[in-house]
């Protein structure tokens, strides 16, 4: 079942298949899940990402978005904010890679959460060993930023 982009979505929305914990697997897809539907709504129809994108708000920095992959059940895209560091000099953070798995409707940060360059995130960090817990990290940050940009008004 497709949804209209003008849908609002919603966690509450997705009922898991079973009960899970916070740091399991199957949180872990949830987290997957919510972020699918956050991204459609921020994105919507994804076959014309094939371009660069910018998203411009007032009261929030510029947003960034480029697809770097297609693949028949994937679309791999790059999202970040550019923050002037002074002295000509940009730094993009978080500088997010997110693949999206269209038949499953998942959405997965896959790099770019774990070491961050801006100075105020780098502090905000906390550093995680286990694969689990890098992912968990990884995904709880895309699925707050989503939500940030969505009430802040971005959108593609």
Not at 14 to 22: L, N, S
Not at 47 to 61: A, G, I, N, Y
Not at 71 to 78: E, F, I, R, S, V
Not at 105 to 111: D, I, K, P, S, V
């Amino acid at each position: 079942m497709e949804h209209s982009v003008d849908t609002v979505f919603a966690d509450s929305l997705i009922v898991p298949q079973c009960v899970y914990r916070p740091g399991s697997f199957t949180g872990l897809m949830t987290i997957y899940e919510s972020n699918y539907l956050k991204f459609r709504q921020l994105v919507g129809d994804l076959r014309f990402l094939d371009t660069p994108w910018l998203s411009s708000v007032v009261d929030d920095c510029d947003l960034y978005l480029e697809c770097t992959r297609r693949d028949p059940y994937t679309t791999t895209l790059q999202m970040t904010y550019w923050f002037d560091e002074g002295e000509g000099g940009a730094v993009a953070d978080p500088d997010l890679t997110v693949r999206l798995y269209h038949d499953a409707r998942l959405a997965e940060a896959r790099g770019g959460c774990t070491s961050h360059r801006h100075r105020v995130l780098k502090a905000l960090a906390n550093g995680h060993s286990v694969e689990l817990d890098r992912r968990w990290h990884s995904n709880i940050m895309l699925n707050k930023w989503l939500d940030y940009l969505l009430e802040s008004g971005h959108r593609f």
